[in-house]
């Protein structure tokens, strides 16, 4: 006997429809069975296996498991008779899946990947298509935090188990595979997001409930791009991590994530999970209860805008790129009679001065108001800091993020010297606060 669970089956593209100015899209459930499962391929009476191709440009999944590269169960084989599903790279879909299966059912749902025929031999079913290729490119995941992230793409055509790898280093965006309506029977990508410092080797398999990782992983996502363009960006709590049977269920996760767009376009936003505000199954934004009562918010990004999963580190220990530490200094100095409000963001990039026009020896600005929200979008245009121009000329560089904490500390200097001393200071102490 094997073991189910019931997870939540994000954007289901088959269907969105616009009520009173709101996307709401048709979800069903997928019922998703641990790596023992059956999944339904059929098995060879002689015992013939396939080899993985590894010349294909596919990404192998657990390659020194009975699997062998597969994007299958690590002891499942590629046998004679058999569909055997594979990985395809970040941003990628498979393409190698029956075209008459047109709606989620068993066993339709099983008949994607190579196939593996009687003799043993590897074919690719449809000669006319590629492995893979790109998806829209309209989703990304972005990680904000100090360690790498694991999402972990569920396999459909497949066992839907969470094996298709994609792996985040801190501080970087790697696009995610976002289907159009074009993808096997209209569905879209999920995604199981692991908290910072797994690998995809550990989180990327089912797991078991003694880990916060895997089919356990505190979080789900998912994204589609519809036939107008507009791309659905979907984050909310894990059905499973809920569970009575879930040890670690009442534990707040360390981390948290968020959808965000940079130009601010996007609707539906703020769309976040924060645990350390909002706790267990909580979502700041227009939230509902999806399958097995897990919270969850959709995005919904216009025609050739890219929206972002971010995942950021929670509470004290928020990552350095989620604090806008605004410093508020005024700058008196006879010879050059200006005034200056300076901002700093503390965030691993370099200092910045937000205005609407940029500084310079001959600015006199008197006051500088802006205004900030959490997760709004934010940019900045490159300024030279004017009482630091005869000590210690800094120019500072454009660049657009997103904010979600405001801090604010006052000070004054007299001279530009002072100023660069206070201004050197705080930075440091920011940074590594």
Request: negative net charge.
């Amino acid at each position: 006997m094997f073991s189910q669970s019931t997870i939540i089956a994000i954007l289901a593209a088959t269907s969105v429809l616009s009520v009173q100015g709101a996307e709401v899209h048709r979800h069903h459930k997928h019922d998703l069975f641990n790596e023992h499962a059956d999944t339904g391929v059929k098995l060879a009476e002689r015992g013939n296996t396939c080899s993985f191709p590894s010349d294909a440009g596919l990404v192998s999944v657990t390659s020194d498991s009975l699997n062998g590269g597969f994007a299958m169960s690590p002891d499942q084989a590629c046998t004679a008779g058999s569909w055997c599903p594979y990985a395809c790279p970040p941003g990628q879909v498979s393409v190698q899946w029956d075209p008459s299966v047109t709606s989620y059912s068993y066993p339709g749902s099983q008949y994607g990947g190579l196939y593996c025929n009687a003799n043993g031999e590897l074919e690719k079913p449809y000669d006319d298509r590629p492995y893979c290729q790109d998806g829209t490119g309209f989703a990304k995941a972005r990680n904000s935090a100090s360690q790498q992230v694991a999402f972990c793409q569920t396999v459909l055509p497949g066992n839907e188990a969470m094996l298709i790898p994609t792996n985040v280093e801190a501080d970087s965006d790697v696009t995610l595979a976002v289907p159009d309506p074009s993808y096997w029977a209209g569905t879209a990508a999920h995604y199981y997001i692991n908290a910072p410092g797994y690998d995809i080797d550990t989180a990327c398999v089912w797991g078991t409930k003694d880990k916060p990782y895997g089919n356990w992983s505190p979080y789900v996502g998912g994204v589609n791009t519809d036939s107008s363009g507009k791309t659905y960006v979907k984050i909310g709590w894990n059905p499973v991590y809920l569970e009575e049977a879930t040890p670690f269920r009442n534990e707040l996760p360390t981390f948290g994530v968020r959808v965000v767009c940079d130009d601010g376009s996007c609707n539906g936003t703020p769309c976040e999970i924060d645990p350390s505000k909002v706790g267990v199954n909580g979502i700041t934004g227009s939230g509902s209860s999806g399958a097995g009562g897990g919270a969850f918010c959709v995005v919904t990004a216009p025609k050739g805008v890219t929206a972002h999963i971010e995942v950021f580190e929670t509470g004290s220990s928020s990552s350095k790129r989620e604090v806008l530490a605004e410093r508020e200094v005024e700058v008196e100095d006879s010879a050059m009679s200006t005034k200056t409000i300076i901002h700093t963001v503390t965030s691993a990039m370099v200092s910045i001065v937000p205005t609407s026009e940029s500084l310079n020896n001959s600015s006199e600005v008197s006051s500088v108001e802006l205004s900030y929200r959490p997760s709004s979008s934010f940019s900045y245009i490159a300024a030279a800091v004017t009482p630091l121009q005869a000590t210690n000329s800094t120019t500072l560089s454009n660049t657009t993020g997103s904010l979600t904490q405001i801090e604010q500390i006052s000070g004054s200097a007299k001279t530009g010297a002072s100023l660069a001393a206070i201004f050197a200071a705080f930075f440091v102490s920011a940074l590594f606060a």
